[in-house]
């Protein structure tokens, strides 16, 4: 059995753009495609399950089919340190899709940096 790594960094994120743009502009086959959609499905939940909407730093996963939750953030990686990477992949998939989710995804994660990230002074 492969070596698996349980926690997905946020600044991993940044990949299901590459693999988007490596496949519909550079000719990379359609794996990279199905990847690229099922790891943004990955970083899209490391918002979701916060009820503030903002991811954190490192996600662990819960590989055990036991029922309990499959994404777990430990306190020492939950802070947010406003990264980009998400919201870039998912502009590529909105370019590439025109799928209006990806769009709302986005407006979301905005919308929970906004709320919850501004000084008091902005």
């Not at 490192?58 to 919201?87: S, V």
């Amino acid at each position: 059995m492969p070596n698996v790594n349980k926690q997905l960094d946020h600044l991993v994120c940044y990949l299901p753009g590459t693999l988007a743009l490596g496949h519909k502009e550079g000719g990379m086959p359609k794996e990279h495609w199905d990847l690229a959609l099922e790891l943004m499905d990955t970083c899209l939940r490391m918002y979701a399950i916060n009820p503030t909407f903002l991811s954190p730093e490192i996600a662990h996963f819960n590989l055990q089919p036991t029922g309990a939750k499959d994404i777990l953030i430990k306190g020492n990686d939950a802070h947010n340190l406003l990264r980009p990477e998400t919201l870039e992949s998912l502009w590529y998939l909105y370019y590439f899709t025109r799928n209006e989710t990806y769009r709302d995804w986005g407006w979301r994660i905005f919308q929970g940096f906004e709320r919850h990230c501004k000084g008091p002074n902005l």
